[in-house]
């Protein structure tokens, strides 16, 4: 297949584009690079041994969008590229809305021009809003979102699902993600984000390596195990895996979403004591307050996708703070180095 990957210079977009160059397919990557590299791409070709297309555009231009689908013979899209920092997005809503809500928009129009209608969508775990009862299921309807990003993703899911609605040819996969963290297992790829990371495995690895003196917790009191928040990380690699099962495992028109995560809720402690654990390596923190918007634990119910893309997260959490600590280690300063 001839696969456009949108934001495949990111963090996701980069593990997935190297999965789908092993596994034998053709790879058109479209990135702005306002937060990817084109660093990680030559890093995929490298590990793949396989040269991939790309295209240095924004996605919300039609002219560079209609271009690229002209010169290449696209038969399905993975749509990552759009901004996705919760806090960021509080105070800047407007660009969230632009980039996330216009961008795929304009993406739709240009596959539709281009008789392209298979589209496999990064949505998020934050559409089910606040009150959903814990284990997320996809049978559960969006709740609240709580901020403009995680609103710009459940506007997306639905102009995809109306979509469909008004044309029966499209075939639309939305894959709910929870947390990923990790890094390949070469140590040549990984999470590289600029400035201060708002996430918590990327604050662990920075202050594991130096650049940070500790790491805050937010929170000790929450009703947990340890009083600390609960999450359900996956590996970025059983991620990228995840989408090309949607792609190969759909070919029916119409809408279907999967919640790709482990099914277990890991608290803030628990990374911290396998992160120490695994790579004998120390990370000072201490407790602070509470972060507004945090909820206290939410997990997946990963059975959709096992039972309909033969999809599970194999790797564990101690192969997740490995392969994080081996990128690293090994590129302290990301791909600056
Ligand atoms: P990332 O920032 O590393 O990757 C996104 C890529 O898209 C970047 O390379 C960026 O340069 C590019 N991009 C952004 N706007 C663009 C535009 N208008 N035109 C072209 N390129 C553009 O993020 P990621 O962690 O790899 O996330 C990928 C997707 O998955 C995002 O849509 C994100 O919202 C979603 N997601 C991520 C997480 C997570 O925890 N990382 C969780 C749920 C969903
Ligand atoms: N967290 C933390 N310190 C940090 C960053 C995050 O204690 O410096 C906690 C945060 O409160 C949450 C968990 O780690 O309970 C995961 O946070 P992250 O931002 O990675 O994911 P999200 O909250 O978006 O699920």
Redesign the pocket.
């Given at each position: 297949m001839n696969v456009l990957v949108t934001g495949g210079a990111g963090y996701i977009g980069s593990h997935t584009v190297v999965e789908l160059l092993e596994s034998g397919h053709e790879v058109v990557v479209v990135d702005n690079l306002c937060n990817g590299s084109e660093v990680a791409l030559s890093r995929a070709e490298e590990i793949t041994g396989r040269s991939l297309v790309f295209v240095r555009a924004d996605i919300r231009d039609r002219v560079a969008m209609d271009a690229v689908f002209a010169e290449h013979h696209i038969d399905a899209v993975i749509h990552f590229a759009g901004l996705k920092a919760?806090g960021e997005s509080v105070e800047k809503p407007l660009a969230y809305y632009e980039n996330n809500v216009n961008g795929t928009l304009v993406l739709c129009q240009a596959m539709e021009a281009a008789g392209v209608r298979r589209i496999v969508f990064s949505s998020s775990a934050t559409v089910y809003g606040s009150e959903a009862p814990v284990p997320y299921v996809e049978t559960t309807s969006r709740g609240t979102t709580s901020n403009p990003y995680g609103t710009s993703k459940a506007m997306v899911e639905k102009m995809l699902e109306d979509l469909v609605a008004a044309d029966s040819r499209w075939s639309v996969t939305l894959l709910r993600y929870f947390?990923p963290i990790g890094a390949h297992p070469s140590g040549k790829m990984g999470e590289d984000p600029l400035g201060i990371p708002?996430?918590?495995?990327p604050?662990i690895a920075q202050v594991a390596v130096g650049r940070r003196d500790e790491?805050?917790?937010?929170?000790d009191d929450y009703p947990t195990r340890d009083g600390?928040?609960e999450?359900d990380y996956l590996h970025v690699v059983d991620l990228a895996v995840g989408h090309l099962k949607a792609l190969e495992a759909r070919h029916e028109s119409g809408v279907a979403i999967f919640n790709l995560g482990t099914g277990q809720g890991v608290s803030?402690l628990d990374m911290v004591d396998s992160f120490v654990r695994v790579n004998n390596v120390p990370v000072p923190y201490r407790v602070g307050p509470r972060?507004a918007g945090?909820l206290p634990a939410f997990w997946a119910d990963a059975t959709k996708a096992r039972d309909e893309l033969g999809w599970v997260a194999e790797k564990t959490l101690d192969d997740m703070m490995a392969d994080t600590w081996r990128w690293q280690s090994a590129n302290p300063k990301g791909y600056e180095n």
């Open positions: 919760v947390n708002n996430n918590l495995m604050f790491l805050t917790i937010f929170g600390t928040c999450r803030v972060r945090d």
